[in-house]
C-alpha cells in the first residue's frame, strides 16, 4: 500500500506525521519526495547503500577558445543566464534554463550543452526499514521526474524486502513534485492547521487530489490553538465529502523529539499526542 501525505503549504507538521507513522508502520519503506528540501534523512540517518546520479535538465558551456565575445546570445537569452562579466560573456548555471537557444544561434559554435549531474537520489537502510530520498541541485529542474523515479525505486525496495506499506512524504503545495507524488497511490492524507491560509490551501489541495480518483483523508495538527477554524475546515470537509482522520493538538514535544532525531512516537510513545496519532495509523491502515 502506498500512503501519500503532503498538504497546502509548509510548516503544518507533515514531515512529523509523516516520521511518527513511519515508525507505527516499521518495517515501512519511507520515500523523502520533497526533492526540493529533503529533512527526513536528518531525522533518521539512513545508510547510503546506493547513490544515483539524477540528470534533469542540461546548461550551456561556453568554448572559449571558439567564442567571439560577440554577445548574441546574451541578446536572446529571455532567462538573463549570459551576460558580459569583466569584458568576457559569462553563462550563470544556476539561471540557464537549458533551452538549447544560445548553443544553436552562436555563430561560432562555441556554445554546447552538457548534463547536469549535480543532483542525487539515495536510498539506504533506517531503524525502520528501508528509505529512498532526492536531493535536488539549487537551481536544477523536473522535480516531479525525480519523484517518479523515487518512487520507482521505493516500490522496487518493498517488493524486494517484502514490505506492505510504503510512505510518501510529499512536497508542500499542489506543484509538480507533488502531482508526481499523488499519482496512482492509495491513500492521500492531506496535513492541514487551523488557519486561513490553512483553510485556503486545503481547498485547493482537495481539489487537485480529486482529479486523481484516489482516497483522500484531511488531519488537523494544532487543532486546539484555533477551534473556530478547525470547526470551519470540518465542515468545509463535511462539504467535500472528504473523511476527517482526525485532529491533533498542539504540543512542543514534537520539538524535543526532533531536538534528538526521533519521531514522537520513539521519543514519547505515552504521550497524548503519539496515542492520538495511533489512532489514526489504525483507521489509515487497518490490520
Known amino acids: 500500500m502506498e500512503i501519500a501525505v503532503i498538504s497546502g503549504k509548509g510548516g503544518t507538521g507533515k514531515s512529523s506525521i509523516s516520521a511518527a507513522l513511519?515508525?507505527?508502520?516499521?518495517?515501512v519503506v519511507l520515500a523523502d519526495c520533497d526533492v526540493d528540501a529533503a529533512n527526513l534523512f536528518i531525522l533518521f540517518e539512513p545508510t547510503h547503500e546506493e547513490e544515483i546520479v539524477y540528470v534533469g535538465a542540461q546548461n550551456a558551456v561556453i568554448n572559449y577558445d571558439l567564442c567571439l565575445n560577440c554577445g548574441t546570445c546574451a541578446d536572446y537569452c529571455r532567462f538573463d543566464a549570459i551576460s558580459f562579466v569583466e569584458?568576457?560573456?559569462?553563462?550563470?548555471?544556476?539561471?540557464?534554463?537549458?533551452?538549447?537557444?544560445?548553443s544553436r544561434i552562436c555563430p561560432a559554435k562555441a556554445i554546447t550543452m552538457v548534463d547536469s549531474d549535480k543532483s542525487r537520489i539515495y536510498s539506504g537502510t533506517f531503524r525502520n526499514g528501508k528509505m529512498v530520498y532526492g536531493r535536488l541541485a539549487p537551481g536544477e529542474e523536473n522535480s516531479g521526474k525525480m519523484v517518479n523515479i523515487i518512487r520507482n525505486k521505493a516500490k522496487e525496495i518493498a517488493k524486494k524486502n517484502s514490505f506492505e506499506t510504503i510512505i510518501l512524504d510529499g512536497a508542500p503545495g499542489i506543484g509538480c513534485p507533488v502531482i508526481s507524488t499523488i499519482a496512482g497511490v492509495d491513500k492521500v492524507v492531506i496535513v492541514?492547521?487551523?488557519?486561513?491560509?490553512?483553510?485556503?490551501?486545503?481547498?485547493?489541495?482537495?481539489?487537485?487530489?480529486?482529479?486523481?480518483?484516489?482516497?483522500?483523508?484531511?488531519?488537523?495538527?494544532?487543532?486546539?490553538?484555533?477551534?473556530?477554524?478547525?470547526?470551519?475546515?470540518?465542515d468545509f470537509c463535511a462539504d467535500s465529502e472528504i473523511t476527517v482522520l482526525g485532529k491533533l493538538p498542539f504540543d512542543k514535544i514534537v520539538v524535543d523529539a526532533l531536538s534528538v532525531r526521533k519521531s514522537v512516537i520513539e521519543n514519547a510513545p505515552g504521550s497524548e499526542l503519539s496515542l492520538e496519532i495511533k489512532k489514526i495509523h489504525k483507521k489509515l491502515i487497518p490490520n
Not at 88 to 102: F, V
Not at 204 to 212: A, D, L, M, Q
Request: charged letters at 25%; one cysteine or more.
Open 22 to 27: 513511519a515508525t507505527i508502520a516499521a518495517p
Open 87 to 102: 569584458g568576457r560573456i559569462t553563462i550563470q548555471e544556476i539561471n540557464c534554463d537549458g533551452c538549447k537557444l544560445c
Open 192 to 234: 492541514t492547521e487551523p488557519t486561513m491560509s490553512g483553510l485556503s490551501d486545503i481547498e485547493r489541495t482537495i481539489k487537485t487530489v480529486s482529479k486523481f480518483n484516489v482516497k483522500a483523508y484531511v488531519l488537523i495538527n494544532k487543532y486546539d490553538l484555533n477551534e473556530e477554524m478547525t470547526d470551519k475546515i470540518i
